[in-house]
């Protein structure tokens, strides 16, 4: 009978065991399940952010390829050939981490190494007092849509890949089952590119509005008087919308600010002066029953409450319901693209759900002009020959330092019906700035 007993006991600690190491090893298998999901996850963000840098770099050498098009100064072609080399270098890198190993892409990387070093090459040439060939010209234009060609498909692969119709672990499989009008993998763009007929030329070779000026001390703040935390806060309440509002934090830097959250929106007071630096709303916007135009009257009109006036719209982008118009400041009909003033206005109400004046805050001042010493009519014969002006008008915009040069604005024609800004420095008719104007039915932009 004592026998049975131990047999009895020692079959319930053979079970017990055993149910313990089948746990263990279940939460060890479930352990090393969650790393390699993780492992998985990690791998896809990788190849996903890749993609991303990609699809911008090649939207950018596209760009300014087409900006090369038209330009007609030695110093924008360097500069633009110093911005080809770094795109194309970046998408050079950003191809490389991607699982593509198992395709021909010796085109498109030869079509990315070539890219920069013809533009550097012409870019020397000019230089050296000689002008660009037809020839060479024309190789710029075929380089340009071969780039379009490259960016439009990164940009329709990024979209489906954002949707979940395909994944990036998928992609060397997925190449291989490709159909002819309809590209389902990351490398589809770069497989059309690579096996095309080759007649790509044998090469021998946000904005002037950058967030640089937010380095600038702000002249509107200038020898302005700091205000305290409860005067901001009587400040902030008028913009609340009824809300109770709580400081949130005191930011330091060029524009030391205190900053107030309320249920949907944050208010930021300067301390110096106590003006208004920006608004930001997070409320979901409804179905849009106003345009773009009536959005811009709301945004002048909220502005103007605040005692900004003598400003003008520019460009503006309609986003998840919101139109975010561009504002510069104008001085005796002269553009300050420099003073800027973001505004969002809500399209299903008008409401104006957010604003930024740091731009304006750092900027904005009385400026002495000086009268230009080239007329609007002259500047307009200084453009591309592949170009045709329309009009003009005198205007400031910043420089890649912190300084502003005087300029007018050109507003032309491409050869493929762009819309094309070029700005020459109104006193001496150098070629400062090309920008494509972009428009559409999300908003007039510039690139």
Aim: aromatic share 6%.
């Amino acid at each position: 009978m004592a026998n049975v007993t131990l047999s009895r006991r020692a079959l319930a600690r053979l079970i017990t065991f055993a149910l313990a190491i089948i746990l263990t090893l279940s939460v060890i298998a479930v352990q090393n399940h969650g790393r390699a999901v993780k492992a998985e996850r990690a791998v896809e963000n990788n190849y996903m952010h890749a993609v991303e840098e990609l699809s911008l770099n090649l939207d950018n050498i596209k760009n300014n390829l087409q900006k090369g098009m038209y330009t007609n100064s030695i110093s924008m072609l360097s500069d633009l050939s110093e911005k080809l080399c770094s795109d194309a270098a970046t998408a050079k890198d950003s191809l490389s981490r991607l699982p593509v190993d198992e395709l021909d892409l010796t085109e498109t990387y030869r079509f990315l190494s070539q890219v920069g070093n013809y533009s550097k090459a012409l870019a020397e040439k000019c230089t050296e007092g000689n002008g660009l060939t037809s020839e060479e010209r024309g190789n710029i234009t075929k380089l340009h849509a071969y780039a379009q060609e490259l960016s439009s498909n990164m940009w329709k692969i990024e979209q489906r890949i954002e949707n979940g119709e395909i994944t990036l672990s998928d992609t060397v499989y997925a190449a291989t089952q490709l159909e002819a009008d309809d590209p389902v993998t990351v490398t589809s763009g770069f497989t059309d590119f690579a096996v095309s007929d080759n007649s790509y030329p044998t090469l021998i070779y946000d904005g002037p509005y950058s967030d640089h000026i937010m380095e600038k001390s702000p002249l509107m703040l200038k020898n302005e008087k700091n205000i305290d935390r409860n005067e901001a806060a009587r400040l902030a309440k008028k913009l609340s919308a009824g809300e109770e509002l709580t400081l949130l934090t005191e930011e330091d830097g060029k524009m030391p600010s205190y900053v107030f959250g309320a249920d949907d929106r944050t208010i930021a007071i300067t301390k110096a002066g106590g003006m208004y630096s920006y608004m930001l709303g997070n409320r979901a916007v409804g179905k849009p029953d106003i345009t773009a135009r009536e959005a811009m009257t709301k945004a002048r009109e909220f502005l103007a409450a605040l005692g900004i006036r003598n400003i003008t719209d520019s460009y503006y982008e309609i986003r998840n319901g919101i139109c975010v118009i561009n504002f510069a400041a104008e001085q005796n009909g002269v553009t300050m693209y420099t003073d800027l003033i973001k505004v969002g206005v809500a399209l299903d109400n008008g409401e104006v759900l957010s604003f930024d004046m740091r731009g304006y805050l750092t900027n904005h001042t009385i400026r002495e002009l000086p009268p230009p010493k080239i007329s609007g009519d002259y500047a307009m014969t200084l453009v591309s020959g592949n170009l045709t002006p329309h009009s003009g008008k005198l205007c400031v915009i910043p420089s890649r330092g912190q300084n502003e040069i005087f300029c007018y604005e050109v507003r032309c024609t491409g050869a493929e019906g762009e819309n094309i800004l070029v700005y020459l420095n109104a006193e001496t008719g150098r070629e400062e700035q090309i920008l494509i104007l972009k428009i559409g039915s999300s908003g007039v932009l510039t690139v």
